[in-house]
């Protein structure tokens, strides 16, 4: 009936440590929880008689005609929630008519992700060693891949306790980071680059001409550099509470992102999102669009690409009943006056 309901059948499927890695965030995993909880502080004040009449969910963004304003997240090791991995998830995300952002921790080559047919962005964590990172983004883009999406918020690797404890800290036996090979086909570890700067972005202009998002942006401030330095879009997110703990939920940083942006691209964000009606209130703050991640697996889990195909529909249905009684037709007709942080204002 809805996504706990999927989370639910995931986690009765799952092993419990590869549960455990999906569900886990770092430290105390406040902001893991403080994600959600934010979109429960909100509540909705419609308008009447507004002749809205039939929706129309669909959005461009970079050149993709999406059927709605939800894509698919990057998150790693599908493999672990179904033998088919990424691929199931691209060809669910390919039906849905929606982009899958790739992650560079696939546990499926981008190549075969891409045979689904449809659209795809590549998430790219910043790697010390400038040869592999342009074999990687050079490789994305051959494969079709049409933005990349630049995991900023990760200098270190966060301190995930309930993998601690499980002693999980490396892939099954049979399974790799396929899109961490380099030129000569050896795999390379996911590295994290704490020396990294805002140079990045010029470094990565120079090996494509692809959209380039940054991904992990909390900071106004880093939003209005980020306009300053080109990028082409920003990603507001905290990792799914996956990194630092103790952020503020990506909900609450929206607005001043979005303000600090001023219009001049678009702002996307992800975490928590588990309703047609959180969808909503993200996007009447301010958002172009959103990502879901962790749902996207518990469907994989539960029944592979149809799994994840039902995911998608759920949250499709629930947005496009959820525009109708606020009144709206489109997504880009929402406001933030729909949406209040007191249940009687």
Same mark, same amino acid.
């Given at each position: ?21 999906? @569900?886990?965030?770092?430290?105390? &995993? /406040? ?8 979109? !429960? ?52 995300? @390919?039906?849905? !008519?929606?982009?899958?952002? =790739? ?12 045979? %689904? ?18 074999? =990687? ?50 795999? $390379? ?6 020396? +990294?700067?805002? &140079? ?5 202009? $120079? ?20 306009? &300053? ?5 920003? *990603? ?26 001023? !219009?001049?691209?678009? +702002?996307?964000?992800?975490? !928590? ?5 959180? +969808? ?9 669009? +959103? ?9 994989? @889990? ?11 529909? *759920?949250? /499709?249905?629930?947005?496009?009943? %959820? ?23």
């Amino acid at each position: 009936m809805n996504l706990a309901d999927v989370a639910a059948a995931a986690r009765r499927r799952l092993d419990p440590v590869h549960w455990d890695f999906f @569900a886990g965030g770092a430290g105390d &995993e /406040r902001t893991l929880r403080a994600n959600e909880a934010a979109f !429960g502080r909100r509540w909705l004040r419609p308008r009447v008689l507004r002749g809205a009449g039939e929706r129309d969910l669909r959005i461009s963004l970079f050149g993709s005609a999406l059927s709605m304003p939800v894509l698919v997240a990057p998150t790693a090791f599908h493999r672990l929630a179904h033998p088919e991995g990424e691929v199931a998830t691209a060809r669910a995300a @390919a039906e849905a !008519g929606t982009v899958m952002v =790739v992650s560079m921790a696939a546990t499926r080559p981008v190549e075969q992700i891409a045979a %689904a047919g449809g659209p795809l962005w590549f998430q790219l964590y910043p790697h010390t060693d400038l040869e592999f990172t342009t074999t =990687v983004v050079r490789r994305a883009v051959a494969a079709g891949c049409r933005a990349l999406v630049v995991t900023v918020d990760s200098p270190v690797f966060g301190r995930r306790e309930r993998d601690l404890r499980h002693g999980f800290v490396d892939l099954p036996s049979g399974m790799v980071c396929e899109n961490m090979r380099d030129a000569n086909g050896r795999v $390379r570890d996911i590295e994290m680059n704490a020396r +990294v700067g805002w &140079e990045l972005v010029a470094v990565l202009r $120079r090996l494509t001409t692809v959209p380039i998002l940054l991904k992990g942006v909390l900071h106004p401030e880093d939003a209005r550099l980020a306009v &300053e330095h080109g990028v082409d879009g920003v *990603l507001v997110s905290n990792h799914g509470g996956r990194q630092l703990d103790g952020v503020t939920a990506t909900l609450d940083a929206l607005p001043a992102v979005v303000a600090a942006v001023d !219009g001049r691209l678009p +702002v996307l964000v992800d975490g !928590g999102l588990r309703r047609g009606t959180d +969808v909503l209130v993200a996007l009447a703050l301010g958002a172009t669009a +959103v990502l879901v991640g962790r749902p996207v697996l518990w469907g994989l @889990a539960v029944a592979g690409a149809a799994g994840v195909r039902h995911v998608l529909d *759920l949250l /499709r249905a629930d947005l496009d009943r %959820a525009l109708a009684l606020v009144g709206v037709a489109r997504p880009g007709d929402l406001s933030a006056d729909l949406v209040t942080t007191g249940a009687s204002a």
